[in-house]
C-alpha cells in the first residue's frame, strides 16, 4: 500500500495539556475512504485527537502527515479539504444562507449559491424555502447541528471530522445526521473519522474501531477496563496478584502491576466464555455474568458481545458459529474466563 492510500499516518503523537499527557500514539494510519469510528469514555482524548486531524491544533510532539505530505495547523493545503463538526454547533448571527455559504465564500467560489444551498439543506432533511432566511436563533438544537452539517457538506471535503454529532439531538435530527454523513462518504469518497457513544451506529458503519483510553489508541476497538479499588493481599511474597472484590461476592485476580499503574486492561482476544465453569483449567479468572447486548461488526462479520458482570462490563468479539454453537443471546448466564498473567496496566 503506498503512502497515497492513507489519510493520514501520525509519527510519536504526544499531546499535553500543561503537565497532564491528554494523547500518547506511536503509529496510526486512516486509510483514504474509510469510516474509522472513535470509541472511549468522556475525557478519553478523542476530542483532542480529532482536532489534531483537523489541523486546529499542533501536537505537542510528532508529526501529522496527510496524503504522505508533512502538514501543520491551518495549513492551506488542508484547511479547504478538511471539515470538523462538533458536538455544540457554532453558527454566525446570521441567516442559515449565509451560514451555510460562509465556507465557499472564502474560497470566492460563489458560483450558483442557490442550488448549492438546496442541496445541502435536502441532504439533511430540511426545505430551502422554510430554512434558507431563518437566523440562527430561530433554530431548534437539532435544526442547528443539521444546518451545522449542511455548511461542511456544501465544502463536498476529502475528510469529514464528527465529535458526537447526534449526542445532543432529536431522533429525528441524529437519523439524518447519519445518513447524510454516509451519503458524503458514498458521493466523494470522504473520510470519515467519527467519534459517538452509539455504538450500534458505530459498529454496524465503520470499517474499523479506534477505542481510546487515557490518551492510549487500541487499534482493535474496544477493549475491557478493569479500574481500582484493588486489594493486596497481606502475605508475601510482595509480587503477588491484586484483587478487586466485586460487591456480589466474585473476585477478579490481576497480576501486580508495573510502578504508578492503576488501570487494568483485559484484551478481548484473551479471554475466553463458556456456559460453565471449567474447574482445573488452570485459569485464575471464571465470572458469571449475563450478556447484555449483540451488536453485527460490519467489517468482520463477527459478533461484538457485551457481558454484565455485577457492575462490570465486558467485551468480546464472537465469530457466528460460537454464538450459534453455545446458542448465545441477550440475558443468557455465561461464564467468562481469562489468566491474571494477561493483565496490561496503564
Given at each position: 500500500?503506498?503512502?497515497?492510500?492513507?489519510?493520514?499516518?501520525?509519527?510519536?503523537?504526544?499531546?499535553?495539556?500543561?503537565?497532564?499527557?491528554?494523547?500518547?500514539?506511536?503509529?496510526?494510519?486512516?486509510?483514504?475512504?474509510?469510516?474509522?469510528?472513535?470509541?472511549?469514555?468522556?475525557?478519553?482524548?478523542?476530542?483532542?485527537?480529532?482536532?489534531?486531524?483537523?489541523?486546529?491544533?499542533?501536537?505537542?510532539?510528532?508529526?501529522?502527515?496527510?496524503?504522505?505530505?508533512?502538514?501543520?495547523?491551518?495549513?492551506?493545503?488542508?484547511?479547504?479539504?478538511?471539515?470538523?463538526?462538533?458536538?455544540?454547533?457554532?453558527?454566525?448571527?446570521?441567516?442559515?444562507?449565509?451560514?451555510?455559504?460562509?465556507?465557499?465564500?472564502?474560497?470566492?467560489?460563489?458560483?450558483?449559491?442557490?442550488?448549492?444551498?438546496?442541496?445541502?439543506?435536502?441532504?439533511?432533511?430540511?426545505?430551502?424555502?422554510?430554512?434558507?432566511?431563518?437566523?440562527?436563533?430561530?433554530?431548534?438544537?437539532?435544526?442547528?447541528?443539521?444546518?451545522?452539517?449542511?455548511?461542511?457538506?456544501?465544502?463536498?471535503?476529502?475528510?469529514?471530522?464528527?465529535?458526537?454529532?447526534?449526542?445532543?439531538?432529536?431522533?429525528?435530527?441524529?437519523?439524518?445526521?447519519?445518513?447524510?454523513?454516509?451519503?458524503?462518504?458514498?458521493?466523494?469518497?470522504?473520510?470519515?473519522?467519527?467519534?459517538?457513544?452509539?455504538?450500534?451506529?458505530?459498529?454496524?458503519?465503520?470499517?474499523?474501531?479506534?477505542?481510546?483510553?487515557?490518551?492510549?489508541?487500541?487499534?482493535?476497538?474496544?477493549?475491557?477496563?478493569?479500574?481500582?479499588?484493588?486489594?493486596?493481599?497481606?502475605?508475601?511474597?510482595?509480587?503477588?496478584?491484586?484483587v478487586k472484590k466485586l460487591d456480589d461476592g466474585q473476585i477478579i485476580t490481576l497480576k501486580a502491576p508495573a510502578p504508578?499503574?492503576?488501570?487494568?486492561?483485559?484484551?478481548?482476544?484473551?479471554?475466553?466464555?463458556?456456559?460453565?465453569?471449567?474447574?482445573?483449567?488452570?485459569?485464575?479468572?471464571?465470572?458469571?455474568?449475563?450478556?447484555?447486548?449483540?451488536?453485527?461488526?460490519?467489517?468482520?462479520?463477527?459478533?461484538?458481545?457485551?457481558?454484565?458482570?455485577?457492575?462490570?462490563?465486558?467485551?468480546?468479539?464472537?465469530?457466528?458459529?460460537?454464538?450459534?454453537?453455545?446458542?448465545?443471546?441477550?440475558?443468557?448466564?455465561?461464564?467468562?474466563?481469562?489468566?491474571?498473567?494477561?493483565?496490561?496496566?496503564?
Amino acid at each position: 500500500m503506498t503512502k497515497k492510500d492513507f489519510a493520514y499516518h501520525l509519527k510519536n503523537i504526544q499531546h499535553y495539556y500543561g503537565n497532564t499527557k491528554v494523547l500518547d500514539i506511536d503509529d496510526l494510519k486512516i486509510e483514504t475512504g474509510s469510516i474509522t469510528g472513535l470509541i472511549g469514555p468522556n475525557g478519553s482524548g478523542k476530542s483532542t485527537l480529532l482536532k489534531l486531524l483537523a489541523f486546529a491544533r499542533k501536537p505537542t510532539r510528532g508529526r501529522i502527515f496527510y496524503k504522505g505530505h508533512l502538514e501543520l495547523p491551518f495549513s492551506s493545503t488542508v484547511r479547504s479539504k478538511i471539515t470538523l463538526l462538533t458536538q455544540k454547533p457554532y453558527l454566525l448571527k446570521r441567516t442559515v444562507f449565509e451560514n451555510i455559504t460562509y465556507g465557499l465564500k472564502i474560497r470566492k467560489d460563489k458560483n450558483n449559491l442557490e442550488n448549492r444551498v438546496k442541496k445541502a439543506l435536502l441532504n439533511v432533511g430540511l426545505d430551502y424555502q422554510n430554512f434558507a432566511q431563518r437566523k440562527w436563533h430561530e433554530l431548534s438544537g437539532g435544526e442547528a447541528q443539521r444546518v451545522a452539517m449542511a455548511a461542511r457538506l456544501i465544502l463536498k471535503p476529502e475528510v469529514l471530522l464528527l465529535d458526537e454529532p447526534i449526542a445532543s439531538v432529536d431522533t429525528e435530527s441524529a437519523r439524518l445526521i447519519r445518513q447524510a454523513s454516509l451519503k458524503a462518504r458514498d458521493n466523494w469518497g470522504t473520510t470519515l473519522v467519527i467519534a459517538s457513544h452509539d455504538l450500534q451506529w458505530l459498529y454496524s458503519i465503520s470499517d474499523r474501531q479506534l477505542s481510546i483510553f487515557k490518551g492510549n489508541i487500541f487499534s482493535t476497538g474496544m477493549e475491557n477496563i478493569i479500574t481500582g479499588p484493588f486489594v493486596k493481599p497481606d502475605v508475601k511474597p510482595d509480587d503477588k496478584p491484586l484483587v478487586k472484590k466485586l460487591d456480589d461476592g466474585q473476585i477478579i485476580t490481576l497480576k501486580a502491576p508495573a510502578p504508578k499503574t492503576c488501570t487494568a486492561i483485559i484484551r478481548k482476544k484473551n479471554i475466553s466464555i463458556a456456559l460453565k465453569k471449567q474447574p482445573g483449567n488452570g485459569m485464575d479468572n471464571q465470572l458469571s455474568g449475563h450478556i447484555v447486548s449483540m451488536l453485527l461488526e460490519k467489517k468482520s462479520g463477527h459478533i461484538m458481545t457485551t457481558i454484565s458482570i455485577h457492575d462490570l462490563c465486558f467485551i468480546l468479539t464472537l465469530p457466528p458459529d460460537q454464538v450459534s454453537r453455545l446458542d448465545l443471546y441477550p440475558g443468557k448466564k455465561v461464564i467468562l474466563g481469562f489468566y491474571s498473567n494477561d493483565v496490561e496496566w496503564i
